[in-house]
């Protein structure tokens, strides 16, 4: 989950297809999708700085 939350876009187009067979509507899926999938993403991003967690790519030796 923690990588789908590093991508909202990806995500919301996950999201997209089982909401259209439940909202029955394309549009409202589509829209539905990238809210949920970017609050995803941003609980994620706060999360991640409120505990102070490093990521994979940052270097702390300076270089």
Known sequence: MR????RPVFLAMLLA???WFV???FIVAAMVAL???FFTA???SLRVLKNGERQ????TDGN
């Open 3 to 6: 990588q789908l939350a590093n």
């Open 17 to 19: 297809i089982p909401l």
């Open 23 to 25: 909202l029955d509507n």
């Open 35 to 37: 809210l949920v999938a």
């Open 42 to 44: 941003m609980v994620h």
């Open 56 to 59: 994979p790519d940052e270097r």
